[in-house]
């Protein structure tokens, strides 16, 4: 059985991260394309504060492994293949320049509160990029899709200390408004989760949730059940590809003001103690930054941050 520890310190970009060999201790599927990952820390002191995020490493060998696997089988379409493998070269360059082992690292948000010290989570999202028209697969993502089809309970992952500054910090604002796309919504449920096991009732959290159906949405039950017990916490649906206005208040994109004040009116969203959040894909984030700036909300630029590493690719 592999030792329990910390690895050593990696060079990946311009930062040294201290990595750590976890142990993975359970895996529970979220929607048909999403899993998550609860990593036992296993006596390891891990720190982090809600909303930031640990990164991922994936041995190269196993990833072209896996991509080979899948075009011999003739899963992976020839173009997308030979993508991933070009992808991959460079990902092995970057890892000898930086002189650390041949591993691709990926940034996820950790969905686990600090306030839950046995493990940390990471939830993932199986990610294919699609031709717009023909609707071919033309990319895979190379970790993403191998580990969750690779990733086995007892199994030990290298994963670094945590980084990031899209925090909540109690005191700091009286509306803490969310705003997530897919995936998007793991940090906002790291910030739920340490709300409700610190007690925190001086804020008002508003999230409004965007997925193409309900069989899309991350943490579903979860959401519902701390919307019965938080007081302090509303969450809005917003459907794009399924019809159900008895449980998404908004239809399709959220493409409009009109549309982003059907869930809050301007006044909280430009509330002088508002902090409004995106998560999301970068095409959503520029959506809703549009929208949060128009004339017709008028939200400031210092009360919007955002994330936006985001898929896991």
């Avoid at 839950?116 to 031709?131: A, F, G, P, V």
Wanted: glycine share 6%; hydrophobic share 35%.
């Amino acid at each position: 059985m592999e030792l329990r520890q910390e690895v050593g310190q990696y060079l990946i970009g311009n930062r040294l991260y201290k990595v750590y060999s976890l142990r993975l201790a359970q895996i529970v599927q979220e929607t048909p394309d999403t899993f998550t990952y609860r990593f036992a820390l296993d006596g390891i002191s891990y720190t982090h504060r809600p909303g930031q995020y640990a990164t991922l490493l994936l041995s190269s060998s196993l990833i072209r492994a896996y991509f080979e696997d899948g075009f011999t089988k003739g899963i992976i379409p020839k173009p997308a293949y030979q993508r991933a493998l070009e992808n991959l070269s460079r990902e092995v360059d970057k890892a000898l320049k930086e002189r650390r082992p041949a591993e691709v690292p990926r940034r996820f948000s950790i969905a686990s509160p600090p306030t839950r010290k046995e493990y940390i989570e990471l939830t993932i999202e199986r990610y294919i990029e699609r031709d717009k028209q023909t609707g071919q697969p033309i990319y895979y993502g190379l970790l993403s899709n191998t580990f969750i089809d690779n990733a086995s309970v007892g199994d030990y992952y290298h994963i670094t200390e945590a980084d990031g500054d899209f925090i909540f910090e109690e005191g700091t604002c009286a509306y803490l408004n969310l705003i997530a796309g897919g995936s998007g919504i793991v940090p906002f449920m790291c910030y739920l989760r340490y709300i409700f096991d610190k007690g925190i009732r001086d804020v008002q959290v508003n999230l409004l949730y965007s997925n193409k159906t309900k069989a899309h949405i991350i943490y579903r039950s979860e959401l519902e059940e701390l919307q019965r017990r938080l007081a302090n916490f509303r969450v809005t649906h917003a459907l794009t590809r399924e019809f159900d206005p008895s449980y998404a208040k908004i239809q399709g994109r959220v493409d409009s003001p009109q549309k982003l004040l059907l869930w809050l009116p301007r006044e909280i969203l430009t509330h002088e103690r508002a902090s409004n959040r995106i998560c999301g894909s970068a095409e959503f984030i520029q959506a809703m930054m549009r929208l949060l700036l128009s004339p017709e909300i008028g939200a400031k630029r210092t009360q919007i941050k955002i994330e936006s590493y985001y898929a896991g690719k």
